[in-house]
Nanobody, 131 residues
């Protein structure tokens, strides 16, 4: 089993920045896709940023392009989401997730868009953007 634990959420002002972390423990697949998803109050969970190590491709939802960056520190088994210029609509619970498979770009995008679900999920960390 693969366990994922997110941290780094909090209250931030409009225009501010936060960096979320997701630490993996247990089984770690050689080939995988990783992603950050969020769920705003009263809305469905949506993907914001995903990365696949099958072809080193990355995908961002249009709402976060040029503001969010997904990165990975393999030695620390940690995935990050750097979030800049935060807006009130970025408020929500942020989850990291992993799909343990060879995931080419086209499939990664479908996973990020939740056409299919990732295999493993963390319990989330709350981000609140307020004036």
């Amino acid at each position: 089993q693969l366990q994922l634990v997110e941290s780094g959420g909090g209250l931030v002002q409009i225009g501010g920045s936060l960096t979320l972390s997701c630490v993996a423990s247990g089984f770690t697949p050689d080939r995988y896709a990783i992603g950050w998803f969020r769920q705003a109050p009263g809305k469905e969970r949506e993907g914001v940023a995903c990365h696949s190590n099958a072809d080193d491709s990355t995908y961002y939802d249009d709402s976060v392009k040029a503001r969010f960056t997904i990165s990975e520190d393999k030695a620390k088994r940690t995935v990050y989401l750097q979030m800049n210029n935060l807006k009130p609509e970025d408020t929500g619970v942020y989850y990291c997730a992993v799909d343990a498979a060879v995931v080419p770009r086209a499939l990664m995008i479908r996973l990020c868009n939740r056409d299919y679900d990732m295999d493993y999920w963390g319990k989330g960390t709350v981000v609140t953007v307020s004036s």
